[in-house]
């Protein structure tokens, strides 16, 4: 079955740091893949995604670039700020599937 | 509406009772999901409905869980003899489709404490 893996939290960084977070998928075919971000107090959106290989999603100075050879979609950002702090969740939905499968989360936490 | 709409926002009972949480999708959406998180954790896919087509209902936990949506509209979650375990906050979201491609939009969930 479909199945997202993503690295562990939480990640601790400094304003201004390079953020990474790994998300590597099992699927067949050729899903769409998807980062959700949930900020406190507040529910999941959307922040990128891409629906094909090669194509790279970004938004709010993240991005993510969709490697088929390596089943991957790892997260990105050059210069973290404080309110970047949230939960990232990569997810994949199956273009003839019927539901997101999510990963398990990542906590980013911003220090001043 | 302008979002996802879920209710109630928070919801507190007896172990053993029955409870019923509500979904309002945005309007056209015909797709529409129920996921659990518990805290500090992933999100856990509960139920899906497109249309009329019957649900997905594989990640329901147990047969205390069921869902029920009537076409395109309003979608219900009913946990009947409340667990602890049960306690949670439970998101709804909608989508244009059920093609996996398109983006699904997310409520603020409810969440529920089992004491």
């Known amino acids: 079955g479909n199945s997202v893996t993503q690295m562990e939290g939480p990640v601790t960084l400094s304003e201004e740091a390079f953020l990474t977070i790994n998300c590597t998928y099992t699927?067949?075919?050729?899903?769409?893949l998807f980062w959700y971000v949930q900020y406190p107090g507040e529910g999941l959106q959307l922040l990128l995604k891409a629906t094909k290989a090669d194509d790279k999603g970004s938004n709010k100075g993240f991005e993510a670039t969709y490697r088929k050879e390596t089943t991957s979609f790892h997260l990105e950002k050059g210069s973290v700020q404080v309110s970047d702090s949230a939960v990232y969740f990569c997810a994949l939905g199956k273009a003839a599937g019927n539901k997101l499968t999510f990963g398990g989360g990542t906590r980013v936490l911003v220090k001043p | 509406g302008a979002g996802v709409s879920q209710s109630p926002s928070n919801k507190v009972t007896e172990k053993g009772k029955d409870v019923e949480l509500r979904c309002d999708p945005i309007s056209g959406h015909t797709a529409l999901y129920w996921y659990r998180q518990r805290l500090g954790q992933g999100l856990e896919f509960l139920i899906y409905?497109?249309?009329?087509?019957?649900?997905?209902k594989s990640g329901l936990p147990s047969d205390r869980f069921s869902a029920e949506r009537t076409g395109e509209s309003v979608s219900t979650l009913t946990i009947q003899r409340t667990q602890q375990e049960d306690s949670a906050v439970y998101l709804c979201a909608s989508s244009w489709s059920g093609t996996g491609s398109s983006e699904a939009f997310f409520g603020q969930g409810t969440r529920l404490t089992v004491v």
């Open positions: 409905f497109q249309g009329n087509s019957a649900p997905d």
């Open positions: 699927a067949t075919g050729y899903p769409s």
